[in-house]
């Protein structure tokens, strides 16, 4: 049985865990950077500890901080939430490393479907029907405009290490490919301390189902 357990997320994703933890007797302890010091999480959380500036990269990004603090205040588990680093096997091993309980998929799973080019690759592997894209990461403008003449527009850039909708543009002409392209590129490395981006086809309107086990 867990006692104690880490919430390395902040916002609404936190909130939810730090409220299912109290409904199961676990106390949490949060993490904030000074600028979310006055946050919903940091209020309802057992203990709440500051872990670094308001970049993500230097605070909600920081594997060393994260781990440093789950083991100081006595934690047993880690849970990730959603984004930042849930999706990051780097983050996975070193948490089992230091001794404490994962609570996300194994780090060889993240490995294949945690970047989703390498996702992709893994479906198309298989068989499986994916979205028409890019063969892998786009990092130039050429690179970018041979995607567009095979898929046409609209298309989207997403982050490879993406979650929680960061680091996507939608992009509609050949006018705003590359500005946008160094925009998600930028945001996916502020978010995800990975800058690596892809090209999908754009489905407008789209109807999905989605399982969670």
């Avoid at 890019?134 to 130039?140: D, L, W």
Wanted: hydrophobic residues 40%; neutral net charge.
């Amino acid at each position: 049985m867990i006692n104690r357990l880490l919430v390395a997320n902040r916002g609404e994703i936190a909130v939810r865990i730090i409220r299912t933890c109290r409904e199961l007797g676990i106390d949490t302890v949060a993490v904030y950077s000074t600028a979310d010091k006055d946050s919903l999480h940091v209020r309802l959380a057992d203990q709440a500890v500051c872990i670094g500036p308001p970049k993500s990269a230097q605070s909600y990004l920081s594997i060393p901080a994260l781990i440093t603090t789950a083991v100081r205040t006595g934690c047993e588990a880690v849970h990730p939430g959603v984004g930042f680093l849930s999706e990051n096997s780097a983050f996975a091993r070193e948490v089992r490393k230091a001794g404490l309980v994962w609570i996300g998929p194994d780090p060889d799973v993240i490995d294949m479907l945690g970047d989703k080019v390498v996702a992709r690759d893994t479906a198309l592997k298989y068989g499986l029907p994916v979205t028409p894209g890019s063969p892998g990461p786009v990092s130039s403008r050429e690179e970018a405009m041979a995607v567009v003449r095979a898929c046409g527009y609209p298309v989207i850039i997403k982050a490879a290490s993406g979650g929680g909708g960061k680091g996507m543009r939608i992009v509609w002409k050949d006018e705003d490919l590359e500005e946008n392209l160094k925009i998600a590129s930028r945001e996916a490395e502020a978010n995800f301390a990975d800058g690596t981006v892809f090209i999908e086809k754009y489905l407008q309107d789209p109807r999905h189902v989605e399982l969670q086990v």
